[in-house]
Every structure is written in C-alpha cells, then in structure tokens.
C-alpha cells in the first residue's frame, strides 16, 4: 500500500494552535512508499541535477540545492531573481514529469482543483538551512502548497504575515506531509535546521522536502 494511515472520509488531518488553513500529516508516506518516491527523485535527478540557486543581486549561494519537476520550475540567480521557467537553467532541458505520487498528494491533502504546475525538490546537507521568508512569486495564492519531507527530520518555523509576528516550530519527519492555505499561505517560514541522525532514508543523513504549488491562475 502506498499510503499509510487514513482511510477515506478521514478528515484531512491535525491542525496546529492557532494555523488557520495549515494541516498536517505525519507519517502520510509509509516507509516503502518513501523508498519508492526516493527511487523516482534519483531518477528525475539524473535527467535535472540539483543546482544551487544564488540570491537575487548579491549572488550569495543558498546552503540548499534544488532542482523541480513539472511543467515550472522555481529557479533564483543574481541576475533574474526569483522565478518560475519551464527549463532547467543549467542544462536548458524541461522539468522531469511529477510522479504519481505527488499528483495524489495534491489531490488528498491540498484538495486544489486545479493541477500542480511545479514541484521544488530542495536538498538538505545535514547543516544546510532555509531562512524566514515568504512565498509570493506566485500568481495564485488561492491555491494550497503541498509539501512533503524525505529524510532527516527538520526543524520548520511558521510566522504571521509580517517578519515580526510570533512564530512557533515543529518537526517535520521523513514520510510527513503538510499543506498552506488561506491565512498560512503567505505566513513566513524557514527551516531552522535539520536533526542528523533522525532517518536512515537517506545513507548519508540530510533531508529532502518536495514542495508543490500551483503557479498560475488556473
Ligand atoms: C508555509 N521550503 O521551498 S516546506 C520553500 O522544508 C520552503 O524545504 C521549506 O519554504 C522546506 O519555499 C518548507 C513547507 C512550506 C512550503 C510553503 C509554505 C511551508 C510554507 C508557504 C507558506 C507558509
Ligand atoms: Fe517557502
């Protein structure tokens, strides 16, 4: 069986203190299910090699590497910014299709009508880190994101919409999936850093999160 846990009819799962349009579900990938989408990832890697994005003007490089599958793909570099493009920026090639996992995903845990157009695969080094910021080069933030995690477990931090607002963390754990919408969708959010040594997935420890979004208005 590929998915763990619920059967349908099931409500879509815990919802945090205070996360208005944030639900949560762990262990929504069981262990075989996460080999197997590992297996897919390897795949589309050798077709899109993860790449290290750099900072809009200053050109700092991001501790996470990342690569995307789908028909968009979210790439940053010091000239152009943050962005969506149907090609990978090093090899000019089109994204790698979504695997049908993660087309499900979408459908059980975001329940978006519409498909997904890009999925970000961001790879974490076991000290790699992401830092609070919002997602919002989007054209439709009506519609949910889907994330779920691979790997070693992560410490995530979830804000308001502005910098300052309070903020909380959880973990997110190999096999855990969770979705944004409405009043979380442009809440601020980072990873705070990744707990070596919480999975075996991965043989040399990190983590890997897949992050789907629908880009444009469908
Ligand atoms: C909360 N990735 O790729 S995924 C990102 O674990 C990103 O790699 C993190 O933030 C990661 O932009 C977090 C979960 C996530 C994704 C989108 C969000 C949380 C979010 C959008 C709004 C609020
Ligand atoms: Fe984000």
């Not at 750099?54 to 690569?67: E, N």
Request: proline content about 9%; hydrophobic content about 40%; aromatic content about 6%.
């Amino acid at each position: 069986m590929a998915i763990s846990g619920r059967k349908s009819g099931d409500d879509a799962g815990v919802s945090p203190p205070g996360g208005s349009g944030l639900v949560l579900r762990p262990g929504y990938l069981d262990g075989v299910a996460q080999a197997a989408l590992l297996e897919e990832l390897r795949a589309a890697l050798g077709e899109a090699p993860l790449f290290t994005p750099t900072m809009p003007r200053t050109g700092k490089p991001f501790s996470v590497r990342m690569t995307n599958l789908g028909p968009l793909g979210w790439v940053s570099d010091r000239d152009g910014g943050y962005r969506y493009q149907a090609t990978h920026p090093e090899t000019g090639r089109p994204w790698p299709a979504m695997p049908d996992v993660l087309l499900r995903a979408w459908g059980e845990i975001g329940g978006y009508g519409a498909p997904p157009e890009a999925c970000l695969v961001n790879w974490y080094a076991p000290a790699a880190r992401m830092g609070l910021h919002q997602d919002r080069d989007e054209q439709d933030f009506d519609a949910p994101v889907v994330s779920l995690s691979l790997g070693d477990t992560a410490l995530f931090r979830l804000g308001g919409l502005k910098r300052s607002d309070p903020t909380r963390s959880f973990r997110l754990a190999s096999g855990d999936a969770m979705a944004l919408a409405q009043e979380s969708r442009l809440a601020f959010h980072g990873v705070d850093r990744i707990l070596p040594g919480t999975s075996a997935l991965l043989a040399k420890g990190g983590r890997i999160n897949l992050t789907l979004r629908r880009v444009t208005r469908p």
